[in-house]
C-alpha cells in the first residue's frame, strides 16, 4: 500500500514511517518541521537526540535496508498538496501534520490562531485533494480522545443511539473538549464526517489516548532512527513528562489533586492500531471513529506508576502536586468504549509498566539533555490567559 | 449601551446599526465590504440599491439625527481589533461579520479554507479582545439553526439532558450541519463556549432561522438606508429569492422535492431579538444559546405562500422545483424548541405573508435590478465539487 504521512518528522509521524516501511508499505511523508521550532519556542529539546531528516532517511536505508520518500512542505499550501499527490498517488493518507499542543494553542490568540488554522487547513487540502486526485484513498486522521472531554456518561466510539422525548436518533456523541487545540481536533473531525456524507470520502478519526514510549523494536539499535521525546509543557505528554523528571530526580507533579482519569497506550500499540486501521480502509462514504488506548488511570496512579518503576531501576522520586494551570475536571467519570480496533484484531503488547521500564532506560542514557532543560518541567502556560509558573501545592505531596 | 457591530455594512448589520441608533443605542461598526466584492464574484448585486457606507452614515444623520461610527477593517488582524476596543470600549459585541453563505463555502477548496479561516479568526479576535480589553462586554454571535441540521429527534436550544447507559448528564446538543459554512458557524460555537467556560467570558449565541425582508420601520422612506437584499444563489435565502424571482417573473424553484422544513423570521423580528438578547446579556460565564425564528415551513409552502401573495399583487407567477444541488434530506422531521427569546419578551410582529406583501411592493420598484442578472436565479455550485447549472425537474411544476 501506498501511503502517505503528513508530520513524518514527528514522534508518532517518524515511529509510523519506520514500522510501515518494515511491513513492506511504500512510505513517503512530507514535514515542515515546525514541531523542532515549537518545541525551541518553550526553550527545550527532546529528550532523544534527533537528526535532521535527510540523516534519518539514510540511516533507515543503511541499518534497516529500507526507504521512504520525503517532501520538506507546507501542507497548509493546496497546490504544495496537489503537486505530491501527482507524484505520489496515495492509497491511504495519514494525517499527524497538526500542532499537537494544548498549552502551546492558549498562550495568546496569536497561538490560538495559528493552531487551529494549521490543523483546520492542512486537513482541508488533505481531503480535497483525495477528492479531487485520490477518491479512492482512505483517510486516517488523527484525532485525540480530548475532543469528547469528560461527560458525566460513558463515552461510546464517534456515535451513540439516544431517545429524548420519545423519539430516536444516532447521532455523534457531543464533544467538549478543553482547549483550543483539542477544539482545533473537534473542527477537523466535524469537516471530515461531513465530507464522508457529502463526497463519499473514506475517512477513520482516530481519538488517540496518551501515548507514551521512546520507542519501536524497528528502531534497533541505531540511535539516528530514534523518534523524539519531549518534556516541556507543552509537546511533552503525562508519562514521557513524569518519566523525563524521574531521570533527573525531579520530582513528578500530577496537577491539582491529579485524579484527572485518562487513557493511554504505549508508542507500540499507536503503531500497531493505526496499521490496522490502515490494512482495514473504511468504506467509502463511511467516518468511522476508534477510541485508541488501552489502559484508563488517573494521573495520581500513574504517577504511583513511575515512581514504582523507577525505583526499581535505583532511582529516587519524589511525587509533589503542583498548583493546576488548567481549567479542567479533577474528579470525575471516565468510561470510554474501546471495542472497535480490538474487532480488528488489535492485541495489546506491553502494559504501562512494561514499557515505563524500557522507557527510563532510555531516557537515562539522556539524562544531561534533560537536566539540561530542567526548568521547563514546570508550567507557566495558564488557560485564564496569564503566563507565570504554577506553584508546588502545600500539604499536596502523596508520599513525597 | 455601546455596541460594536462586526460586518456594519451587511444584510444584517446595516439594520441593526439603524435599529440600535434609533433606541438611544451608541453604536460603532467596522466591515471590510467583502461581502460586495463576494456577490460581485457571484455575477450578482444587491435587489435594493445599496450606496458606499460613507453615504450610508450620511443618510442616517440627515433622516433620522442619528450617528454611527464606523471603520473600514479587517477584523482577522487582532491589532486592527484591539485598536478599535481601546477607542470605543464596547458594552456589548455583535458579531455578523462573518461570510454566511453554503453554496459559497463549497465551491472549492480556496472557498471552503477562506470561509473557515475568515470566521473562525475573527471570532477569536473578538473573544481574545473582550477577554484582554473588556473583559464585562458581552458577545452576541450570530449562528445558524443550520448548525443542528435536521435530526430525528426535537432541537433544544443548544443543550439537552440525556440518560445514556443507565447515567445522566447535560450536554451540548449533537450538531449536524450540512455545508464548510455551516461547519464554521459550529466551530465559532464550539470557540466561544469553551471561552465562557475557562475566561468567564458572557456569550449569547444566535441559532437563527433563515431571515427575509427588505426593510425595518427603521428606514422609513430614505432609499440610502435601505440595507441589502441579494437573490444570488449563494448569498440569497429562500423567501428572498423567491420573491425575486416572482417580482421578474421567473418560476419559483424550490430543491429538489421541496420539503425540506426551516425556520424563518423577518428581519425586524430578528432586529428585536438580537436588541432583546443585548438589552439582557449573559451573566459572566455563561454561554447561552437562543434559537431565532417564528414559523417553520416546508420550501414548497413558502413558494406557495410568495405565489398566493404575489397573484394578489398582479403579479403571475409559476413553481418549477429544480434538481437540488445540495445533499440534504429533503423529508425529515423537524421540531426546534424556540422558547427562550419569548422569556425575555419577544413577540412576533409580522407573519410571513404580511411581511412578503411589503417586500414585493418594495422589490417591484427593482425589476430591472434583478431582470439584470436574471441568470444568478439558477444554482450551479453542486455539494459535490462540480459547478453547472442545475436543471428543472420534469413532472414536478407544483401548480405550474
Redesign the interface.
Known amino acids: 500500500m501506498r501511503v502517505f504521512i503528513a508530520g513524518m518528522d514527528g514522534y508518532l509521524g517518524w515511529s509510523l514511517a519506520q514500522y510501515l516501511a518494515a511491513r513492506g508499505h511504500q512510505v513517503a511523508g512530507a514535514d515542515l518541521f515546525l514541531r523542532r521550532q515549537w518545541v525551541e519556542e518553550m526553550g527545550s529539546c527532546s529528550a532523544t537526540p534527533i537528526v535532521p531528516m535527510k540523516e534519518r532517511l539514510a540511516a533507515l536505508k543503511e541499518s534497516r535496508g529500507l526507504e521512504a520518500k520525503f517532501w520538506e512542505a507546507d501542507l497548509r499550501d493546496?497546490s504544495v498538496v496537489e503537486r505530491i499527490f501527482k507524484e505520489f498517488h496515495p492509497d491511504a493518507v495519514v494525517h499527524l501534520g497538526e500542532c499537537p499542543s494544548a498549552p502551546y494553542s492558549m498562550v495568546?490568540?496569536?497561538h490560538?490562531?495559528f493552531v487551529?488554522?494549521n490543523n483546520?487547513?492542512s486537513t482541508?487540502?488533505l481531503m480535497?485533494a483525495i477528492?479531487?486526485l485520490q477518491p479512492e484513498a482512505h483517510l486516517l486522521k488523527l484525532g485525540t480522545m480530548g475532543e469528547y472531554g469528560t461527560?458525566?456518561?460513558?463515552i461510546p466510539e464517534g456515535f451513540?443511539e439516544?431517545?429524548?422525548?420519545g423519539?430516536?436518533?444516532r447521532?455523534?456523541?457531543?464533544?467538549?473538549?478543553?482547549?483550543?487545540y483539542h477544539?482545533s481536533k473537534?473542527?477537523g473531525s466535524?469537516?471530515i464526517m461531513?465530507a464522508c456524507?457529502?463526497?463519499k470520502l473514506r475517512a477513520t478519526d482516530v481519538m488517540q489516548g496518551v501515548v507514551f514510549g521512546t520507542r519501536i523494536d524497528e528502531m534497533g539499535s541505531d540511535e539516528r532512527l530514534l523518534t523524539r521525546l519531549d518534556f516541556d509543557e507543552s509537546f511533552g505528554t503525562a508519562i514521557n513528562r513524569f518519566c523525563c523528571q524521574a531521570v533527573i530526580g525531579h520530582p513528578l507533579t500530577p496537577f491539582g489533586r491529579g485524579h484527572q482519569k485518562r487513557g493511554f497506550l504505549p508508542l507500540r500499540d499507536s503503531m500497531q492500531c493505526l496499521t490496522l486501521a490502515l490494512e482495514n480502509p473504511a468504506q467509502p462514504g463511511e467516518y468511522r471513529v476508534f477510541n485508541q488506548f488501552e489502559e484508563v488511570y488517573d494521573l495520581t496512579e500513574l504517577a504511583e506508576k513511575v515512581r514504582r518503576v523507577a525505583e526499581q531501576l535505583g532511582l529516587k522520586v519524589e511525587i509533589h502536586n503542583l498548583e493546576n494551570p488548567r481549567?479542567e475536571m479533577e474528579e470525575h467519570?471516565y468510561k470510554p468504549d474501546h471495542q472497535n480496533l480490538r474487532d480488528l484484531g488489535y492485541k495489546p503488547t506491553h502494559d504501562v509498566e512494561a514499557e515505563m521500564k524500557i522507557m527510563l532506560a532510555d531516557l537515562m542514557k539522556y539524562r544531561d539533555r534533560i537536566e539540561g532543560k530542567r526548568e521547563v518541567l514546570i508550567p507557566k502556560i495558564r488557560?485564564?490567559?496569564t503566563s507565570h509558573k504554577v506553584e508546588y501545592l502545600s500539604g499536596q505531596a502523596v508520599g513525597a
Open positions: 493546496y495568546d490568540v496569536h490560538a490562531t487551529q488554522v483546520v487547513v482541508f487540502n480535497f477528492r479531487d461527560p458525566n456518561v460513558d451513540f439516544i431517545e429524548y422525548r423519539r430516536r436518533d447521532m455523534p456523541f457531543p464533544r467538549q473538549p478543553g482547549s483550543f477544539l473537534v473542527h466535524n469537516n461531513f456524507k457529502v463526497w481549567k467519570y488557560w485564564d490567559g
